[in-house]
């Protein structure tokens, strides 16, 4: 799908896009709780349909209804394959959720997915009983358990993602567990999961983010948990808004544990209005200046944060950068390569992203090399193009944010779609 994108000023109000990061968490949960579960103001993107479907074949019988999704957990297996499409989470966490199994169970998955290791997992999960078969170290691979508690040694460097396959698979074994972990990165994902885990009736009880005690015998409640909105996505509508005009999104909260929230100290610093009440954020544009920030906790905000500094005056230093490499694309590269074609002074050093602003953005042909935030940044930063810009692969976006053209159109974006 190609989207062209004119120069657009932006005013109105939108509803925050549903947390995938949340709603993958909440169906894990869901499969492991005996009855009925409701998941109200669910995700419907790509990541969050496979997510159900790999729960599926692992035993819940779920049905989607207008405002909700409804699960009747249960752990049974009734597959011997999983496919968790393009999922990073839902390859970890599903991984270990099938290694409770006492069979043979296939993972499989696609695009930028078949190119990322997967030697921790299968590293981590031989440690605790589990045959695991990979594929020259990628997927697909071949799981069989059962999976057995103790002492595990993780390393959280790279992902927090597989950690919280096992926070989540662990509590329901005969036995307790520790999970020492070295360098942890993405913090606040871990915070989500031990919320959501606690919302489901389980209890992980934190040191310092290094070692994690987990009671076994623990069993999963069947609840109502309703999904926040999702600050990955949210980060896009605010940077809009800084450089464009003013948009309000509502159904966003400031008590998050999302990483992604700290996009609103940033944008601050950088000059825009940001003003907030208990459950709607609005931010409106003004002069920008340079900023300095660590993205370490934080990756998904390089795109945008891109985007933000190409109109900040003076010289903008994203921090942090290393772990964009092994996202959907290479992004720090993807964000190099694609904004040095709209007119922005831009150098990726591996660890770091300098930008020199403010930039005059030209318009003409951009890729999105499939992944989704790339994809939404080079959109936001069409708004202010001197002519037309036609994104590639725009499909993308399903992914994380199916509604996030629609919503742009919402908000005033001057958008046409084809094929």
């Known amino acids: 799908m190609k989207v062209a994108v004119e120069a657009s000023s932006v005013n109105g109000t939108i509803y925050a896009p549903p947390s995938k990061s949340a709603m993958q968490r909440a169906v894990a949960c869901a499969l492991l709780a005996e009855g009925r579960s409701e998941i109200i103001n669910p995700s419907l993107c790509e990541d969050a349909l496979a997510a159900m479907q790999m729960a599926e074949c692992l035993g819940a019988d779920i049905k989607s209804l207008s405002d909700r999704v409804i699960i009747e957990g249960g752990y049974h297996p009734v597959c011997n394959k999983i496919f968790c499409a393009e999922s990073g989470l839902g390859a970890r966490v599903f991984s270990v959720l099938a290694s409770l199994n006492k069979d043979w169970i296939e993972v499989h998955g696609s695009g930028s997915l078949l190119k990322r290791p997967v030697n921790m997992l299968s590293e981590t999960l031989t440690q605790m009983g589990v045959e695991v078969i990979t594929t020259n170290g990628f997927l697909p691979l071949k799981i069989k358990g059962p999976l057995k508690g103790g002492l595990v040694f993780v390393d959280g460097s790279v992902s927090s993602q597989f950690l919280t396959g096992l926070l989540i698979a662990l509590p329901i074994l005969d036995s307790d567990s520790k999970i020492i972990v070295n360098n942890l990165k993405s913090k606040p ?14 209890e992980v009880i934190n040191e310092n983010y290094a070692v994690f005690n987990i009671p076994g015998l623990q069993k999963y409640k069947p609840v109502s948990y309703i999904v926040e909105g999702d600050w990955s996505g949210a980060a896009f509508l605010f940077v809009l808004a800084a450089i464009a005009g003013e948009v ?8 998050s544990t999302q990483s992604d929230i700290a996009i609103i100290d940033i944008l601050r610093k950088a000059g825009a209005i940001v003003e ?15 900023f300095e920030t660590d993205i370490s906790e934080c990756p998904d905000l390089a795109p945008p944060l891109t985007v933000l500094a190409s109109f900040c005056r003076g010289k903008t230093i994203i921090r942090g950068t290393e772990r964009l490499k092994v996202k959907e694309s290479n992004r ?17 050093y591996g660890n770091r992203i300098e930008i020199e602003g403010p930039s005059v953005i030209k318009g003409g042909r951009v890729d999105s090399h499939g992944d989704h935030r790339i994809t939404m940044a080079l959109a936001v930063l069409s708004v202010a193009a001197e002519s037309s810009v036609i994104i590639s692969g725009a499909e993308s976006v399903n992914k994380s944010y199916p509604s996030f053209f629609r919503d742009l159109l919402h908000l005033g974006v001057k958008i046409k779609i084809s094929e």
Do not use: C, P
């Not at 309000?248 to 008590?255: F, G």
């Open 276 to 290: 907030m009440t208990e459950n709607e954020i609005t931010v409106k544009q003004a002069e920008l200046n340079s």
């Open 189 to 202: 994902y871990i915070d989500l999961t031990i919320r959501v885990l606690y919302h489901f009736g389980i």
């Open 332 to 348: 720090g590269d993807t964000l190099m390569t694609e904004l040095l074609k709209m007119g922005v002074k831009i150098s990726n």
């Open 248 to 255: 309000r999104v509502r159904d966003i909260s400031y008590m």
